[in-house]
């Protein structure tokens, strides 16, 4: 989870940032040519990420980038397709579920190897889910929390037991509970697994310098090597949006991601550039702390700020913002202006939405009629050096007009994230990445416990429409529970959704074969150099 908002600054200021890039190694990251197919075979492909993605180990891993990195070296059960399907990755077929909806059966892939030669197999996966289910500290708990008990069948066979019936299965075994790693680096590394991880995928781990680069070679072990053509991987962490774009423009990366919608004419006038933009599943939104006075996973209490107290006062600030004016003020009209945190493109959203309007007025004597004294102080959390400043300062400037004395509070984004889950915050300026099923964004988010439910939101009736939607096959059924839900969620006020991202991915143009759907997230399986 992370921020994705940016600003654009002049060019020749973003240029002089090129000095803020990460070091290379002093050789061309581009190999040699392969005439017959006229692709670059060879050649380490270097790619300036957002931030830094934080602990690599699948099952306590947290953030975007991480999701945005695994997918170089860790493979899941299950992908997202450009169409944003589930498909089979380390499963040989769509999981099975029973009549009763209480048993899952997944096929696996034969002769997949991990990238330490361990064989892959069900005894594997069953070693890594049991891990995410029961590892202290596990982040993928509660996505997993339906399931009972993982079988194995034979060596290509997965029983999965479910406590109830449990639809997003698939989804969830798309993302980070469904990465799989080698069962003999988990019995030699244990809790350390983060430091030097080992999967089944493509690339393998060749080092990292903390804040500053991870490093993948190509894999000799990879079930699919002949199509991966790179000779390596090298994610460069540079936060700064200006300065990724000026190491794009100099060539001190190839590819670079989330890049601000501001520098985009800029960087599409360069001849020496491709640019893909997406309209991507995430959100950007604030988080409101309700609830979170003891940290997440611990009963939730009361918080005694204005916002925390007062949903009506929440509604006011949500009133006096103006998103259409925020998303062309802020990305020159780039984002999808939303207020639910489905991706536009799911088929579970309502067909008309009732959003909170933009009513400055009607804000105006919600705040009056609240009885605090105004200007009423609010405390926005922000991460540092992420580009959310400048949003953070529309925000101040619109919630100060109807009473509202907003205080702008950056922190480094690792540890803003530590705040957050420790309910020491106020408001948080914060995204979510997004997920191709409607539960994984409602979950975890806003439910009881919830490893990401920052809010702190505690809500019986939230929680049965939660688990009711997910218990449902059919998407008719689920999409009127879910416009109950989002009903309900509205009523609660924690979370104020703004837009839906525009995201942008800058490259060389020698660069070609980047997988790059609507998730977000690069993939440089076939990925290579022109010659």
Known sequence: MRLYVGIGLAAAIAMSLAACST???????????????????????????????????????????????????????????NSLKIVPQLAADLPKTSADGLTVTIALRSGVKFNDGTAFDASAVKTSLDRHLTLEGSARTRELAAVKSVDVVDP????????????????????????????????????????????????????????????????????DASKVRLRGVTYRIITDDNARAANLQ????????????NDIPRLKADSNLTVKDIS?????????????????????????????????????FEMALDRDAMNEVVYNGANAVDCLPFPMQSEFRPEKPACTPYDPAQAKKLVQASGEKTPIPVDLMIPAGSGADRLAQVIQSMAEKVGFAVRIKPQEFISALAAARAGKFDTFLIGWSGRVDPDGNISDLVTSGG???????????????????????????????????????????????????????????????VAYPADGIPRFKSASFTP
């Not at 931030?51 to 980038?65: C, K, Q, V």
């Not at 969830?172 to 469904?178: E, S, V």
């Not at 702190?456 to 939607?469: F, H, I, K, M, R």
């Open 451 to 513: 490893s990401n439910n920052f809010s702190g939101v505690s809500d019986p009736q939230l929680d049965e429409l939660a688990t009711d939607a997910a218990a449902a096959s059919a998407t008719k059924e689920r999409a009127a529970i879910y416009v109950q839900t989002l009903e309900r969620l509205k009523e609660i006020r924690s979370n104020i959704y703004l837009y839906h991202d525009r995201w942008f991915l800058g490259f060389s143009k020698e660069v070609t074969g």
């Open 156 to 223: 290509t066979t997965l029983r999965i037991n479910l406590r109830r019936p449990f639809s997003p299965l698939g989804a969830q075994l798309a993302d980070r509970a469904g990465l799989i790693m080698s069962p003999t680096a988990l019995k030699k590394l244990g809790k350390n697994f983060g430091n030097s991880p080992v999967c089944v995928g493509p690339f393998t781990w060749a080092g990292r310098t903390a804040g500053s680069e991870i490093k993948f070679t190509k894999s000799n072990d990879y079930y």
């Open 23 to 81: 070091p290379g190694d002093g050789q061309t990251s581009r190999g040699p040519t392969d005439a017959s197919s006229g692709a670059g075979s060879g050649g380490t492909m270097r790619v300036a990420i957002a931030s830094d993605p934080g602990t690599l180990d699948p099952t306590l891993a947290n953030t975007f980038e991480a999701r945005v990195v695994f997918t170089s070296f860790c493979e899941k059960l299950y992908d997202a397709s």
């Open 250 to 261: 100099s060539g001190d990366v190839d590819v670079a991601e989330q890049l601000d919608s």
């Open 280 to 316: 991507a599943i995430s959100y950007q939104g604030i988080s409101i702390n309700i609830g979170n006075t003891q940290g997440i996973g611990k009963p939730s209490g009361t918080i005694d700020t204005p916002l925390g107290r007062n949903p009506e006062l929440r509604k006011a």
